[in-house]
């Protein structure tokens, strides 16, 4: 017998605690002064120190009690080989079962089901095992458990998931089960169809030594057809002041087979609104357009659904479409120079993400109305007007709008109103030869962000040659400066909005910008910049986590008073933030999520679309043996080295638990000694009276 | 004359058994050791106790002895013709010279043991208290008797000494009153050391608690006697020393050497108190062995006890010479 936890053996002088009290009773520990000992030391030692024990069996019990007690913090357990054989031939048996929707094709989900259901049947009585249900996560049931039953149960109610094959959660998940474990023996099935997207994941995951890992596959072993809808784009257009959607859906087809006069329907709202026949060749795509359709003042939920195969989650594709993804931007230009904003307004006309809906006006003719309806106002080589139209778009800036200013020729400024511009600026200055060019640009601000990559364009090819001298505050923000110093563009923050100053000219009439391609991405960025332009998010993919604070659409949401109460796709209702995070939903199906605010019943729904990964649906397999071998080391069903896996003490004191048979039988003889001794007491006291 | 019944723990060669507590008849007046405690001059307590009991006392035999006449032998050359009784020369015409009981003026001291073990009690009074003042009781009555008195205190050594004086019974209070138990003691060497103080006759009255030996405490205190002193033992126990009356285990730390030891007094009283019985029977036959008078003194047995087995002493002496 060997004992984890020795040391406590060291208590064993507290055996001396109950023959003390035996021999000495009541031994106080006041000392009495007396002249001499002298008469006491010549009494025999014994009758002094030692008092004859009376309570032999008392005195045993207590003994007992406390010896067991020490032995059992001592943690013993057996090395014996007999007995670790004896207890020993058990097994730690983690079942993974792959639930991504891969495992939706054909039956393949019914198969894995019923491996699971067998690996469990044949446990053994001292085996014990856990369930581990994966996709890109993974969960597990009850944890080691020898219940068959609640084996069996958990596999019963276990329903496909919308996620992605990933090996890797799920083996660290049962090497966490294994290294916990006390059995000998560790043994894993892994239940699945062998994605290969799934293996990068289980690189760096390596089981403990001696765990032998089964791979049971049930992919099927010829190739294997499936059409999916790969996406959808959506065309926007007004057609009798109405807003019109035209969506573009593009399909795929893995199989090696053409797929001829495949049914594809449009859903609007979870009607069918068309349906066309699409033939796709063999492994290749094909796109199929619908008719136009008007859009409502909400979101409205689109689906692009292919006729179902052998993998139907991965036949539909979800995406909302909301109307007013429209920037309206107001240029004022000088009267009489309508060339000036060709360039700008036909850089803004190609937008569709978002489109522009471009206002020009004469510096004398702009209105009131016209700044309030603007997100962007550009004063081309204008000042700011005077009067109530300069005080308008002032307040306008600084109430959240964007205003770019573009210092030509003609620009003449109020002295009185420079709070909106980020510095002075002089009379024109010229650059000889060939002109100049951009030399210095700020790629981290977000509108030269697409730039900043290689071959997404050259900001230095366009030619200045005159621009107008601005003479910056220190705490202006210089976005781009010419090859000679100067400020090409700067940034002024003005209340709650922007103000881009741009010294040079956006027509062809002091540099060649407008003639080169760099020219639109540049206007649509600056404008998207200014108008704080946030694209609308179509669609997620399952197994993301929402946060409603910082999706788009759901910007007019309580979400800290509201009382927000989200319908899955299943039609299931859960409240956000029941599972103590507040305005976080996880999407764990495909289709459309509906949060409504319970308390503000007038209040539209938000709608969001959630697709599954389509990588997943990507059904080429890996060797299982190359899996094993990598979550291993070894190949599959090697069994050789089971028997190699040496167990630590600690399991085995865990496995086999004496320490829980001393403390009962200590607690036995301290029931015993309170019993003997009340009654050795009672008897005592009755032969004194 | 009166008779004392259970006075036989005063031995001078006797073999009665012993008994702790003796209980004058009448005629006595006790005076308990813890009154005399509180008072604080040594020489009123000594007073206070040695006039009452000689009241008490009024028809002993034992006053006057030392200057009564005894008897007539004949004259021998170098006899003081000053003691020649001429009346009965006339008489006889033999020179006859006149004997008395005793030479009174003869030299008394006190041997008092100042070790750490006097300065036990478990009733109030100490044995130092009750040495104190039975040695200064006995200092009162030899001064009434014009003897001189002094007193050598000791431990392990000597630790004062006041010679005997007719002058010094007020030094010798004083030196009672100021003694202070704080050393272990030791019988041997401060006795051995006093002997060369006595070499003149005198009583001698050695106060103490006699923890040692018996061989041992006769080997110190013999060498008294050689110089024709008489010398008298008085073995002053507390009763808790005698009795062993304890009840809880517990430990005992021995006063001077602070030793501890665990004791169940339950288990050994009754042999701790034989074993204090043999030791005063041991020292009781020795000392009679030896011609030393032994006193056992109880400090909860009144004073007047110890003076009367110290006259009671007296008396033999005289009677002996």
Same mark, same amino acid.
């Given at each position: 017998?060997?004992?984890?936890?020795?040391?406590?053996?060291?208590?064993?002088?507290?055996?001396?605690?109950?023959?003390?009290?035996?021999?000495?009773?009541?031994?106080?520990?006041?000392?009495?002064?007396?002249?001499?000992?002298?008469?006491?030391?010549?009494?025999?030692?014994?009758?002094?120190?030692?008092?004859?024990?009376?309570?032999?069996?008392?005195?045993?019990?207590?003994?007992?009690?406390?010896?067991?007690?020490?032995?059992?913090?001592?943690?013993?357990?057996?090395?014996?080989?007999?007995?670790?054989?004896?207890?020993?031939?058990?097994?730690?048996?983690?079942?993974?079962?792959?639930?991504?929707?891969?495992?939706?094709?054909?039956?393949?989900?019914?198969?894995?089901?019923?491996?699971?259901?067998?690996?469990?049947?044949?446990?053994?009585?001292?085996?014990?095992?856990?369930?581990?249900?994966?996709?890109?996560?993974?969960?597990?049931?009850?944890?080691?458990?020898?219940?068959?039953?609640?084996?069996?149960?958990?596999?019963?109610?276990?329903?496909?998931?919308?996620?992605?094959?990933?090996?890797?959660?799920?083996?660290?998940?049962?090497?966490?089960?294994?290294?916990?474990?006390?059995?000998?023996?560790?043994?894993?099935?892994?239940?699945?169809?062998?994605?290969?997207?799934?293996?990068?994941?289980?690189?760096?995951?390596?089981?403990?030594?001696?765990?032998?890992?089964?791979?049971?596959?049930?992919?099927?072993?010829?190739?294997?057809?499936?059409?999916l809808v790969a996406g959808a784009s959506v065309q926007r257009d007004f057609f009798s002041g109405r807003e019109r959607a035209v969506v573009t859906a593009r399909l795929a087809n893995r199989g090696n087979e053409t797929v001829e006069?495949?049914?594809?329907?449009?859903?609007?709202?979870?009607?069918?609104?068309?349906?066309?026949?699409?033939?796709?060749?063999?492994?290749?795509?094909?796109?199929?357009?619908?008719?136009?359709?008007?859009?409502?003042?909400?979101?409205?939920?689109?689906?692009?659904?292919?006729?179902?195969?052998?993998?139907?989650?991965?036949?539909?594709?979800?995406?909302?479409?909301?109307?007013?993804?429209?920037?309206?931007?107001?240029?004022?230009?000088?009267?009489?120079?309508?060339?000036?904003?060709?360039?700008?307004?036909?850089?803004?006309?190609?937008?569709?993400?978002?489109?522009?809906?471009?206002?020009?006006?004469?510096?004398?003719?702009?209105?009131?109305?016209?700044?309030?309806?603007?997100?962007?106002?550009?004063?081309?080589?204008?000042?700011?007007?005077?009067?109530?139209?300069?005080?308008?778009?002032?307040?306008?800036?600084?109430?959240?709008?964007?205003?770019?200013?573009?210092?030509?020729?003609?620009?003449?400024?109020?002295?009185?109103?420079?709070?909106?511009?980020?510095?002075?600026?002089?009379?024109?200055?010229?650059?000889?030869?060939?002109?100049?060019?951009?030399?210095?640009?700020?790629?981290?601000?977000?509108?030269?962000?697409?730039?900043?990559?290689?071959?997404?364009?050259?900001?230095?090819?366009?030619?200045?040659?005159?621009?107008?001298?601005?003479?910056?505050?220190?705490?202006?923000?210089?976005?781009?400066?010419?090859?000679?110093?100067?400020?090409?563009?700067?940034?002024?923050?003005?209340?709650?909005?922007?103000?881009?100053?741009?010294?040079?000219?956006?027509?062809?009439?002091?540099?060649?910008f407008a003639r080169k391609g760099i020219y639109l991405p540049f206007v649509q960025k600056v404008v998207e910049y200014l108008a704080a332009y946030t694209p609308p998010t179509p669609y997620l993919t399952a197994g993301q986590v929402?946060?409603?604070?910082?999706?788009?659409?759901?910007?007019?949401?309580?979400?800290?008073?509201?009382?927000?109460?989200?319908?899955?796709?299943?039609?299931?209702?859960?409240?956000?933030?029941?599972?103590?995070?507040?305005?976080?939903?996880?999407?764990?199906?495909?289709?459309?999520?509906?949060?409504?605010?319970?308390?503000?019943?007038?209040?539209?729904?938000?709608?969001?679309?959630?697709?599954?990964?389509?990588?997943?649906?990507?059904?080429?397999?890996?060797?299982?043996?190359?899996?094993?071998?990598?979550?291993?080391?070894?190949?599959?069903?090697?069994?050789?080295?089971?028997?190699?896996?040496?167990?630590?003490?600690?399991?085995?004191?865990?496995?086999?638990?004496?320490?829980?048979?001393?403390?009962?039988?200590?607690?036995?003889?301290?029931?015993?000694?309170?019993?003997?001794?009340?009654?050795?007491?009672?008897?005592?006291?009755?032969?004194?009276? | 004359?009166?008779?004392?019944?259970? @006075?036989?723990?005063?031995?001078?060669?006797?073999?009665?058994?012993?008994?702790?507590?003796?209980?004058?008849?009448?005629?006595?007046?006790?005076?308990?050791?813890?009154?005399?405690?509180?008072?604080?001059?040594?020489?009123?307590?000594?007073?206070?106790?040695?006039?009452?009991?000689?009241?008490?006392?009024?028809?002993?035999?034992?006053?006057?002895?030392?200057?009564?006449?005894?008897?007539?032998? @004949?004259?021998?050359?170098?006899?003081?013709?000053?003691?020649?009784?001429?009346?009965?020369?006339?008489?006889?015409?033999?020179?006859?010279?006149?004997?008395?009981? @005793?030479?009174?003026?003869?030299?008394?001291?006190?041997?008092?043991?100042?070790?750490?073990?006097?300065?036990?009690?478990?009733?109030?009074?100490?044995?130092?208290?009750?040495?104190?003042?039975?040695?200064?009781?006995?200092?009162?009555?030899?001064?009434?008797?014009?003897?001189?008195?002094?007193?050598?205190?000791?431990?392990?050594?000597?630790?004062?000494?006041?010679?005997?004086?007719?002058?010094?019974?007020?030094?010798?209070?004083?030196?009672?009153?100021?003694?202070?138990?704080?050393?272990?003691?030791?019988?041997?060497?401060?006795?051995?050391?006093?002997?060369?103080?006595?070499?003149?006759?005198?009583?001698?009255?050695?106060?103490?608690?006699?923890?040692?030996?018996?061989?041992?405490?006769?080997?110190?205190?013999?060498?008294?006697?050689?110089?024709?002193?008489?010398?008298?033992?008085?073995?002053?126990?507390?009763?808790?020393?005698?009795?062993?009356?304890?009840?809880?285990?517990?430990?005992?730390?021995?006063?001077?050497?602070?030793?501890?030891?665990?004791?169940?007094?339950?288990?050994?009283?009754?042999?701790?108190?034989?074993?204090?019985?043999?030791?005063?029977?041991?020292?009781?036959?020795?000392?009679?062995?030896?011609?030393?008078?032994?006193?056992?003194?109880?400090?909860?047995?009144?004073?007047?006890? @110890?003076?009367?087995?110290?006259?009671?002493?007296?008396?033999?002496?005289?009677?002996?010479?």
């Open positions: 017998m060997s004992f984890l936890t020795p040391l406590f053996f060291a208590a064993l002088v507290a055996l001396g605690v109950p023959i003390l009290i035996h021999m000495i009773q009541r031994q106080r520990t006041e000392v009495i002064e007396f002249p001499s000992l002298m008469f006491v030391r010549k009494i025999p030692f014994h009758s002094l120190r030692r008092q004859r024990v009376r309570h032999w069996l008392l005195l045993l019990l207590r003994c007992a009690a406390l010896a067991l007690l020490i032995a059992a913090f001592a943690r013993p357990f057996f090395r014996s080989a007999v007995l670790v054989a004896v207890t020993g031939g058990s097994r730690e048996v983690v079942i993974l079962v792959d639930r991504s929707y891969s495992m939706g094709y054909g039956n393949r989900w019914e198969r894995a089901r019923d491996a699971a259901r067998d690996v469990v049947r044949d446990l053994a009585p001292d085996d014990q095992a856990t369930i581990i249900f994966f996709d890109s996560g993974a969960q597990s049931g009850a944890r080691s458990t020898r219940n068959r039953a609640s084996l069996l149960a958990t596999i019963d109610q276990a329903e496909l998931g919308a996620g992605t094959t990933r090996y890797g959660p799920a083996l660290q998940l049962a090497q966490g089960i294994f290294e916990d474990s006390d059995q000998p023996r560790l043994e894993a099935f892994l239940i699945t169809d062998f994605q290969r997207i799934g293996v990068d994941s289980a690189a760096n995951t390596l089981l403990p030594p001696g765990t032998v890992l089964t791979a049971i596959s049930v992919a099927d072993e010829d190739e294997t057809a499936n059409i006069n495949l049914r594809v329907s449009l859903e609007l709202n979870g009607r069918e609104l068309e349906s066309l026949p699409v033939t796709v060749e063999a492994n290749s795509s094909a796109t199929v357009t619908f008719a136009p359709f008007t859009l409502e003042d909400t979101a409205m939920p689109v689906s692009v659904r292919a006729e179902a195969d052998a993998l139907p989650h991965d036949n539909v594709f979800h995406f909302t479409v909301a109307p007013g993804d429209v920037v309206p931007v107001l240029v004022v230009g000088n009267a009489g120079a309508a060339d000036a904003n060709l360039y700008l307004r036909s850089a803004l006309a190609i937008g569709t993400s978002p489109s522009f809906s471009v206002t020009v006006r004469a510096v004398d003719q702009v209105t009131a109305a016209d700044v309030a309806t603007a997100r962007v106002v550009v004063l081309n080589d204008v000042g700011l007007p005077s009067g109530q139209i300069g005080a308008a778009i002032t307040r306008f800036v600084e109430s959240g709008g964007g205003l770019w200013v573009v210092l030509g020729e003609r620009v003449r400024w109020p002295g009185d109103d420079l709070d909106l511009l980020p510095g002075t600026f002089d009379e024109p200055a010229d650059r000889d030869g060939r002109g100049g060019a951009l030399g210095f640009v700020d790629f981290s601000h977000p509108v030269f962000e697409v730039f900043s990559t290689p071959r997404s364009g050259d900001l230095t090819a366009p030619r200045f040659y005159r621009y107008r001298p601005l003479n910056t505050r220190p705490e202006t923000a210089v976005l781009a400066r010419f090859d000679n110093g100067a400020a090409a563009m700067a940034e002024h923050l003005v209340g709650e909005g922007r103000v881009l100053i741009w010294t040079s000219t956006i027509d062809t009439f002091w540099n060649d929402l946060d409603l604070a910082q999706y788009p659409g759901a910007a007019d949401l309580d979400l800290v008073g509201g009382n927000l109460v989200v319908r899955d796709p299943s039609e299931d209702r859960l409240t956000v933030g029941s599972d103590g995070r507040a305005g976080f939903i996880e999407l764990a199906e495909q289709g459309f999520y509906e949060i409504r605010d319970t308390d503000a019943p007038d209040s539209a729904p938000v709608v969001v679309a959630v697709n599954v990964d389509l990588a997943e649906s990507n059904l080429e397999r890996v060797d299982p043996q190359e899996l094993v071998a990598a979550a291993t080391g070894r190949v599959p069903g090697d069994r050789s080295v089971t028997t190699e896996r040496e167990l630590q003490p600690a399991d085995l004191e865990r496995r086999q638990t004496l320490w829980w048979y001393l403390l009962v039988g200590a607690l036995g003889f301290l029931a015993s000694e309170t019993v003997v001794s009340n009654r050795l007491s009672r008897t005592e006291l009755d032969a004194d009276e | 004359m009166h008779r004392w019944p259970n @006075a036989t723990a005063i031995t001078n060669g006797a073999t009665q058994p012993m008994t702790t507590v003796a209980t004058p008849s009448h005629g006595a007046r006790f005076i308990d050791p813890q009154i005399l405690a509180r008072i604080g001059n040594l020489e009123l307590v000594a007073r206070w106790v040695v006039e009452g009991f000689i009241t008490g006392l009024h028809k002993a035999p034992y006053l006057g002895v030392s200057i009564d006449f005894a008897e007539h032998r @004949a004259y021998m050359p170098g006899d003081d013709i000053r003691r020649v009784d001429w009346r009965l020369y006339a008489r006889t015409d033999r020179f006859y010279v006149k004997q008395f009981e @005793a030479d009174t003026n003869t030299n008394f001291s006190v041997l008092f043991d100042v070790s750490k073990t006097m300065s036990f009690g478990s009733r109030g009074v100490t044995k130092l208290d009750y040495g104190r003042f039975l040695a200064a009781c006995l200092c009162y009555i030899s001064t009434k008797q014009r003897d001189r008195v002094g007193i050598v205190t000791f431990d392990d050594d000597i630790v004062e000494r006041v010679p005997p004086s007719a002058k010094h019974f007020d030094v010798t209070m004083h030196t009672l009153d100021q003694m202070d138990p704080g050393r272990p003691g030791a019988l041997g060497p401060p006795l051995h050391k006093a002997t060369e103080f006595f070499k003149r006759r005198s009583i001698l009255a050695i106060i103490s608690d006699f923890y040692d030996e018996p061989e041992k405490i006769l080997d110190a205190v013999k060498p008294l006697r050689f110089a024709g002193s008489d010398v008298i033992m008085f073995h002053v126990l507390d009763p808790a020393e005698v009795d062993f009356p304890y009840d809880d285990s517990t430990s005992f730390q021995d006063l001077e050497t602070g030793r501890k030891i665990p004791v169940v007094p339950d288990k050994l009283r009754d042999q701790y108190r034989q074993l204090v019985q043999d030791h005063i029977r041991a020292l009781t036959e020795l000392c009679s062995q030896n011609r030393i008078d032994y006193a056992f003194l109880n400090t909860s047995v009144p004073l007047d006890h @110890a003076l009367f087995k110290y006259l009671t002493m007296r008396h033999k002496l005289t009677k002996a010479r």
